[in-house]
């Protein structure tokens, strides 16, 4: 497993030093270094501040366009978040790991980040004072008392993005000051390889530039449109979540293999490919994926008996309810 993964999600930690332009094009930065300032809001000193943290990627480069300087910078520091990172492993990152600061509790996943090159802190307030693009990667329920702690920090210059599952741009601007720049996003594991699968909405505070901004960066992670909000709960149910219904189909083809007698490992790498390459005839070819099965399927051959036993097991009715359950889930968590 990726170390990453333990550590932040990619929207998180993985967002790197973005500058963005007039024209909403992304540009990383390297120029004239932002003077920072090193100094902790809880004092007296925040390595021993004793509030949780967030997880944050602070960052600091500057970038001059057009007379205009923005300084971008993440916060937050879930599993996901390595996607967007710059790390060796994820060279396509389009920020400097340098310009990363993450934010934890812990060094649990924080160690992952420091090894990649990316600053981290315990103080979450750390981050807000030396970014400007936060990226909240808390779990859900945490997520409020976060909200709290860092406001005080928040200014009209923060671009702020919660990456939590069910919580929606109306409780997260009834947390933060009136006016604050906010997106929700929804990413999903595969960012980490670039492969990702992300949506967003804007809340009243942002405009085009930060979406655009939000959409050049998260463009090197994979798919990334922006939605009306109400999608942000089903892409949860289909792909955020989705990705597990994939690796559990992953595991049952595998194992049917090993049953039949192949050795696990190969079965495994032969299951991934399986999907992978079915994936991409079905993204390259703009086909809907019940003609394509229709293609697989030679009359009395081998792939019609097995359809119809995986008919026998309702699986499509049963992956449809599971996209249902987490949707409504991800509804419900707006209400816990
Ligand atoms: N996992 C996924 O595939 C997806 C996850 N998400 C969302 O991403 C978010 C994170 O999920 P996931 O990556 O699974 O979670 P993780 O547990 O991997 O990461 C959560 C991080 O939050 C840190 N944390 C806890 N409390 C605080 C705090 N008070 N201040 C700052 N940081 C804190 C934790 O620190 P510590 O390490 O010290 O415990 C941990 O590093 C969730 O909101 C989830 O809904 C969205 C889409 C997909
Ligand atoms: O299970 C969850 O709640 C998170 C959101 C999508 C994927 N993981």
């Given at each position: 497993m990726d170390p990453g993964f333990g550590v932040t999600s990619l929207v998180t930690a993985p967002w790197h030093n973005w500058v963005l332009t007039p024209r909403g094009v992304p540009v990383l930065t390297r120029g004239v270094p932002t003077a920072v300032?090193?100094?902790?809001?809880?004092?007296?000193?925040h390595r021993i501040c004793p509030r949780p943290p967030l997880l944050h990627v602070p960052q600091a480069d500057r970038a001059g366009v057009g007379g205009q300087e923005q300084i971008l910078a993440d916060i937050g520091v879930p599993?996901?978040?390595?996607?967007?990172h710059p790390t060796p492993r994820v060279p396509?990152?389009?920020?400097?790991?340098?310009s990363i600061l993450a934010s934890a509790p812990s060094d649990r996943n924080l160690d992952a980040w420091r090894e990649s090159g990316c600053r981290t802190t315990h103080c979450n307030l750390e981050v807000l004072q030396e970014s400007t693009l936060v990226f909240l990667a808390t779990k859900p329920h945490v997520l409020p008392g976060v909200l709290q702690e860092i406001r005080p920090a928040v200014g009209p210059h923060h671009i702020v993005v919660s990456l939590a599952a069910g919580v929606t741009l109306q409780t997260l601007q009834r947390l933060l000051p009136a006016g604050t720049k906010i997106l929700r996003l929804m990413p999903n594991l595969p960012c980490v390889v670039q492969a990702g699968a992300m949506v967003f909405a804007r809340g009243s505070g942002a405009g085009d530039g930060e979406s655009a901004l939000l959409k050049n960066l998260l463009s090197s992670c994979g798919l990334c449109e922006e939605v009306p909000e109400s999608y942000i709960n089903i892409h949860t149910g289909l792909s955020g979540s989705g990705v597990a219904y994939v690796y559990l189909f992953a595991e049952a083809l595998a194992e049917g293999a090993v049953k039949m007698g192949m050795p696990s490992g190969l079965a495994s790498r032969i299951a991934a490919q399986t999907l992978l390459g079915a994936a991409k005839v079905m993204l390259e070819t703009g086909e809907h994926p019940a003609k394509l099965r229709g293609d697989v399927c030679?009359?009395?051959?081998?792939t019609i008996h097995a359809l119809h036993q995986l008919e026998k097991g309702a699986l499509r009715a049963t992956v449809m309810n599971a996209v249902e359950a987490a949707t409504n889930r991800a509804c419900d968590m707006a209400k816990d």
């Open positions: 300032p090193m100094g902790c809001l809880c004092q007296p000193d599993r996901l978040c390595w996607a967007t396509q990152g389009k920020v400097p790991a340098s030679t009359p009395g051959g081998t």
